[in-house]
Nanobody, 126 residues
Framework: QVQLVDSGGGLVKPGGSLRLSCAASGYTLDNYVIGWFRQAPGKEREGVSCISRSGGRTNYADSVKGRFTISRDNAKGTVYLQMNSLRPEDTAVYSC???????????????????WGQGTQVTVSS
């Protein structure tokens, strides 16, 4: 079983930045699609971004385009989500997830992902 560890959340002021990281315990993330999802209190889970196996293709929710950047360092077995120009509405628990059977361009459909991290809290507030 794959255990994902996501980290990097915290409290930041509007306009600030955070970088989230996703790694695997006892497993390697390279060669698999990785996605980031978030869930705010009282709201449905939302797909934020995903990255293809090679890192050559990415996908973003409209709400974060131009502000968030997903990347991967396969040598380190880590996927990052750089979040800039954060807004209060970005406040949520962010979780990374791995899709073992997804190929080509990634999609932000959470039913297609097999294992999830425990989540890291991101709070954007002045």
């Amino acid at each position: 079983q794959v255990q994902l560890v996501d980290s990097g959340g915290g409290l930041v002021k509007p306009g600030g930045s955070l970088r989230l990281s996703c790694a695997a315990s006892g497993y390697t993330l390279d060669n698999y699609v990785i996605g980031w999802f978030r869930q705010a209190p009282g709201k449905e889970r939302e797909g934020v971004s995903c990255i293809s196996r090679s890192g050559g293709r990415t996908n973003y929710a409209d709400s974060v385009k131009g502000r968030f950047t997903i990347s991967r360092d396969n040598a380190k077995g880590t996927v990052y989500l750089q979040m800039n120009s954060l807004r209060p509405e970005d406040t949520a628990v962010y979780s990374c997830a791995i899709a073992l059977r997804m190929f080509g361009r990634c999609v932000l459909q959470f039913s297609e992902y097999d294992y999830w991290g425990q989540g890291t809290q991101v709070t954007v507030s002045s």
